[in-house]
T-cell receptor, first 109, second 115 residues
Framework: GQNIDQPTEMTATEGAIVQINCTYQ??????LFWYQQHAGEAPTFLSY??LDGLEEKGRFSSFLSRSKGYSYLLLKELQMKDSASYLC??????????WGAGTKLIIKP | DVKVTQSSRYLVKRTGEKVFLECVQDMDHENMFWYRQDPGLGLRLIYF???????EKGDIPEGYSVSREKKERFSLILESASTNQTSMYLCASSPGTTSGANVLTFGAGSRLTVL
C-alpha cells in the first residue's frame, strides 16, 4: 500500500530552527509537496520537490532524497506565526496525491 | 487575489438529511477536488473533476455524489447524511496540467456536524 509518515507533533522555540521529516512509500513518484495549514484555515502551498536536493525559499527550505523516500521541511528563525500544521503529500505515478496526516508545530516564546 | 470559496463554514444537520456543499473558484482552473479531513488522518479524496460535467471517484466516494455543471462550481452532495460523515470538508482547485507541479488552492473548509 501507499504510505506517508510524518511526526504527529513537534515543539520548538521562537528564533530557533526546526526540521520536519516525511518518509514515503508510493506507487511511483511525480513530486513531493509541503503545505502549511493554520488552525481553522485552508492549507496553503509551501514547496514542491521533484529532483533530489535542497530548495530554499526565504526562511523555509525543503529537501528531497528519492532513493531514500525521504523529505524534510526546514524552518529557520522561527516566528510565533509559524505555529501551524505542516502537510506532506506525494504525487504518485497516476498523478494522484497521497497525503500524510500532518505535523502540528507548536512554537514557544 | 485568487480564491476558492466554500459557501458554508459550519453546518449542523440531522441524520438522513440531504446536504449540499458548494464550492466556487475564480481562477479558471480545470481541476476541482473534494477532500475530507479528519484528526490523525491525511486528507482523503472523495471525488474530483477534470472538466465540466466530468467526475471521477476518489478514495472514499461511498455516500457522496458531486455535480459540476459549470467550470467554476463543484458541488458535493450527501444524499442521506450519517453521523460518520461528520468531518471537515475541503474543496480545492488546480490548473489543467498533468505535470507534477500541479499546485492545489484550497477553500477555507466546511465543518459539517451530523446529529
Amino acid at each position: 500500500g501507499q504510505n506517508i509518515d510524518q511526526p504527529t507533533e513537534m515543539t520548538a522555540t521562537e528564533g530557533a530552527i526546526v526540521q520536519i521529516n516525511c518518509t514515503y512509500q508510493t506507487s511511483g513518484f511525480n513530486g513531493l509537496f509541503w503545505y502549511q495549514q493554520h488552525a481553522g484555515e485552508a492549507p496553503t502551498f509551501l514547496s514542491y520537490n521533484v529532483l533530489d536536493g535542497l530548495e530554499e525559499k526565504g526562511r523555509f527550505s525543503s529537501f528531497l532524497s528519492r532513493s531514500k523516500g525521504y523529505s524534510y521541511l526546514l524552518l529557520k528563525e522561527l516566528q510565533m506565526k509559524d505555529s501551524a500544521s505542516y502537510l506532506c503529500a506525494v504525487m504518485d505515478s497516476n498523478y494522484q496525491l497521497i497525503w500524510g496526516a500532518g505535523t502540528k508545530l507548536i512554537i514557544k516564546p | 487575489d485568487v480564491k476558492v470559496t466554500q459557501s458554508s463554514r459550519y453546518l449542523v444537520k440531522r441524520t438522513g438529511e440531504k446536504v449540499f456543499l458548494e464550492c466556487v473558484q475564480d481562477m479558471d482552473h480545470e481541476n476541482m477536488f473534494w477532500y475530507r479531513q479528519d484528526p490523525g488522518l491525511g486528507l482523503r479524496l472523495i471525488y474530483f473533476s477534470y472538466d465540466v460535467k466530468m467526475k471521477e471517484k476518489g478514495d472514499i466516494p461511498e455516500g457522496y455524489s458531486v455535480s459540476r455543471e459549470k467550470k467554476e462550481r463543484f458541488s458535493l452532495i450527501l444524499e442521506s447524511a450519517s453521523t460518520n460523515q461528520t468531518s471537515m470538508y475541503l474543496c480545492a482547485s488546480s490548473p489543467g496540467t498533468t505535470s507534477g507541479a500541479n499546485v492545489l488552492t484550497f477553500g477555507a473548509g466546511s465543518r459539517l456536524t451530523v446529529l
